[in-house]
């Protein structure tokens, strides 16, 4: 099986899913959940299919308009993108120019997503011309629709984790009608673990946080869905110096 299989197309089928699509992931949700995703009354929708497409369209934006466009145009304003300790710089002026020969290519591999879909989690494998490594994003829904990111870790490597056969697309556990989403804790815990540069976020209805701070040395992601009516963390990333 090759290490990096971008997915490039995505199909609608029977029900709403998308090809592609782990099958142990189209029920989940909990409650209320729909095919292919989960839906709690009035607070929104997920559907993991939704972020594979937005990855898919910022490798097509990529190679159409160049590598900074695409980063300045899929993510909002106040984004950070760490490849080390310190977060690089987003060039918010970029012109549209077209290099496919440099453009990343983004390979979705893992997604996480809120019951209501405000936010979600994608990891996997990316790609250039001269380098090749793994990453992690976080994504918003906009109220235009659609998906930024807000945050992304990457960092290049010489081995690039196994394509899977299906994408492994998870949604939170749905909070029971009327239940108000209650803050979730963050990790690691500033009163005990000291970190630097501590950054973190949580879906609206509290089914999916991250946390990214600097520790022993190291730039640390954490990502956490809600199942089984816990916060479980689905996701540990380091950026080493």
């Known amino acids: 099986m090759k290490p990096f299989a971008p997915v490039l197309t995505l199909m609608l089928i029977a029900g709403g899913m998308a090809a592609g699509i782990a099958p142990s992931a189209q029920a989940q949700g909990g409650p209320g ?5 989960s839906r709690q009354q009035g607070r929104g929708f997920a559907q993991p299919s939704d972020l594979i497409a937005a990855e898919i369209a910022a ?5 159409d308009k160049g590598q900074a466009y695409a980063s300045a145009q899929t993510s909002v304003e106040t984004a950070q993108m760490f490849a080390g300790i310190a ?18 290519t983004w390979g979705t591999q893992q997604v996480w997503m809120a019951c209501d879909g405000s936010y979600g989690g994608t990891a996997g494998a990316w790609r250039g011309a001269a380098a090749q490594g793994w990453y992690a994003t ?7 629709g659609g998906y930024k990111w807000v945050l992304r870790h990457m960092q290049a490597s010489p081995t690039l984790p196994e394509a899977p ?4 697309a998870v949604v939170g556990d749905c909070p029971r009608p009327g239940q108000r989403a209650a803050p979730v804790a963050p990790q690691p815990d500033p009163a005990k673990d000291a970190p630097v540069d501590h ?3 949580q879906s ?25 009516g816990e916060m479980t963390q689905v996701l540990t990333r380091r950026i080493a110096p």
């Open 33 to 37: 959940g729909g095919p292919g995703g």
């Open 59 to 63: 490798t097509r934006l990529a190679s």
């Open 87 to 104: 977060p690089t710089p987003i060039n918010r002026k970029a012109k549209k120019v077209p290099d496919p020969a440099t453009a990343l």
């Open 138 to 144: 976080i994504w918003q829904r906009q109220k235009v």
């Open 165 to 168: 056969e299906w994408i492994d």
């Open 199 to 201: 950054q973190t976020g």
């Open 204 to 228: 609206r209805d509290g089914t999916f946080a991250w946390d990214s701070a600097v520790m022993d040395g190291a730039r640390v992601l954490h990502l956490r869905l809600k199942r089984g």
